[in-house]
């Protein structure tokens, strides 16, 4: 089993890319809000004098599934790739998978919860 990671640049792209990975055979995906360490950074500069202004913090979506194969990866990178464009872009997102050692509490497909 291997596990794919997605940060999503662009939020509003969130219900394309879910609809194109159900189609890819991805069955379930975690959707986790986050931000890079490099927004956070930027995100204002103390001054001694003047009150801080906190500005929005502009907001990623991470999106993780857990997959049997890797067909299923390339197909999720494909999916991926006809929604959001050539992932080497600039804000565009970032792809990910890697193999997982141990995976406990997915259910066996065709398996009632």
């Known amino acids: 089993m291997f596990n794919i990671l997605f940060v999503l640049d662009d939020p509003e792209k969130l219900p394309e890319i879910l609809e194109a990975w159900e189609k890819a055979g ?66 565009t997102g970032i792809f990910a998978a890697w193999p997982l050692a141990v995976v406990r509490g997915i259910p066996k497909k065709g398996a009632r919860p």
Do not use: K, W
């Open 26 to 91: 991805i069955g379930g995906v975690t959707i986790l809000e986050s931000t890079g360490m490099h927004r956070v950074q930027r995100r204002f500069f103390p001054m001694r004098y003047l009150p801080v202004v906190y500005e929005q913090e502009e907001s990623h979506l991470t999106l993780m599934a857990i997959v049997d194969d890797e067909q299923l990866i390339q197909a999720c990178l494909q999916a991926t790739e006809a929604v959001i464009g050539n992932l080497e872009e600039p804000n």
